[in-house]
């Protein structure tokens, strides 16, 4: 078992055999994902154009009134998420910065996480950078945040005293009972999952996996879950967004 | 597989094609428990059921039992005097036998199933035959699923689609709870004239969604 601890930064996954998700899917999953007319992540997309319209809060104001066409305006910025943000200090994720902006610009009460609002929203920004590669970019005042990340990815943690690493590093590609497990790369949040049949954010996937290695898992927004996902984008620097994607 | 969890969906899509009341059966008939029987007897009456003409598509392993995509085709002439005029899908490992039940009617091609994103090629040449994609957003809450608290969480599914094609009916699919959420129905018929195709859902808890579109046909 030690030696197996250590070997788990030996087994990081070299640039060029990272694989989305989506790679790993069946012919019938990956099909209902690149048909928009199929894909039922694209509801949420609908609704959060709508969204993105309507006017909300004491300001009177809606997102377009601001940032206007997010088809120009978003373009790509799903990529660079979670991203650092001077006041605060630390880096936020989108549903993050999509509260931000209602509850001091709009002065609108903040989306709670995962409800349908948030996820429509963040589904419709998140679309505007389909295809575009990730890139997060790293400084002085990113890399603590990044570190930690990294740091919790590689720990053994819950009753099981499992590392993310050890499946999503070291067996990617095998199964875990009937299913494939994938390199956990987050391209396609929000995404829909057939499991939930439902949209769900990278947060809910992020506790569904740590509820399965049996540890307490963090709460939605916490500073761990945003450096989990900082480290998670990071990895997949390069690789294509696919929001609003589908998965198993 | 155990009948309280054993909920398995279908996103269902019929190609239509020959046989009066054609009948899917999931599995051989010897292996049929009473129920499904019951459930066939009941649409077929007396008739004799025969083997052959219909085509099951749907994957050997599914990545995920809560959302199977599903296509059935029916070797047909679909000529006014011969043609499909219902398909009925069923299953013996859920709680209820009943899938969807897919109703055809002249004009028609290809049918699939979809939430209120709406895709029908707006532009087209008479007598050709046009895919219709549909796609709603419901939860179709089976009826089955308990809480976490253990209470019952009540049915809430959509109980009928209707596509109309200038008032005339030309593709109805009744649901059951197998049916996934936020259901896509995928289907054709034939471009006769330019006009408006109406969809409607309607379902439990006076659910009731209209939606329209335009067709041009040259």
């Known amino acids: 078992m030690v030696a197996l601890a250590g070997a788990s930064f030996a087994g990081e996954i070299p640039q060029a055999e990272r694989r989305s998700g989506y790679e790993l899917m069946s012919r019938e999953t990956r099909a209902m994902q690149d048909d928009d007319t199929a894909n039922p992540g694209m509801l949420a997309v609908l609704e959060g154009s709508a969204l993105w319209a309507r006017k909300t809060g004491a300001g009177g104001r809606a997102c377009a009134d601001c940032h206007g066409d997010a088809r120009a305006s978003m373009k790509g910025v799903a990529a660079r998420y979670p991203a650092y943000d001077a006041t605060l200090k630390r880096p936020v994720n989108l549903e993050q910065r999509i509260n931000l902006c209602r509850t001091e610009r709009q002065q609108s009460p903040a989306l709670a996480y995962e409800s349908r609002e948030l996820l429509a929203l963040t589904a419709y920004v998140a679309r505007q950078a389909r295809g575009v590669p990730i890139d997060i970019p790293v400084d002085a005042r990113t890399q603590p945040f990044l570190d930690r990340g990294r740091a919790a990815f590689y720990r053994r943690q819950g009753q099981l005293n499992l590392a993310c690493s050890q499946c999503h590093d070291d067996n990617w590609g095998r199964r875990l009972a009937g299913n494939t497990i994938p390199q956990a790369h987050p391209t396609g949040y929000p995404v829909y999952r057939l499991e939930w049949q439902s949209l769900g954010s990278l947060q809910r996937r992020l506790r569904n996996c740590l509820v399965g290695i049996r540890a307490e898992p963090y709460e939605y927004g916490a500073p761990e879950m945003v450096e989990l996902e900082l480290f998670l984008m990071w990895r997949a620097r390069g690789m294509a967004i696919e929001t609003p994607g589908v998965r198993p | ?218």
């Open chain 2, 1 to 218: 597989m155990n009948r309280a969890t054993s909920r398995r969906e279908f996103l269902a899509g019929a190609a239509a094609g020959l046989g009066l009341g054609a009948v899917i059966a999931v599995t051989p008939a010897h292996a049929t428990p009473q129920e499904m029987q019951d459930a066939i007897r009941k649409v077929v009456g007396s008739a004799p059921v025969t083997k052959g003409r219909v085509k099951l598509e749907l994957p050997p392993l599914s990545e995920n039992g809560n959302t199977v995509p599903l296509t059935v085709s029916v070797e047909s002439a679909m000529t006014p005097a011969d043609h499909v005029r219902a398909i009925h899908v069923f299953t013996e490992l859920n709680p209820q036998p009943e899938v969807v039940t897919f109703r055809l009617r002249l004009p028609r091609g290809r049918v699939a199933v979809a939430n209120a994103l709406i895709n029908v090629p707006d532009r087209t040449r008479r007598g050709e035959i046009v895919e219709i994609k549909t796609l709603i957003s419901h939860p179709m809450e089976t009826g089955y699923r308990r809480s976490q608290l253990g209470a019952r969480i009540p049915r809430d599914i959509i109980r009928l689609f209707v596509c109309t094609y200038n008032g005339t009916e030309v593709f109805r699919a009744e649901l059951h709870p197998a049916i996934t959420a936020n259901p896509f129905f995928v289907f054709s018929t034939v471009a006769t004239e330019s006009g408006t195709l109406t969809f409607q859902w309607t379902g439990d808890n006076g659910f009731s969604v209209t939606e329209t579109a335009a067709i041009t046909v040259d």
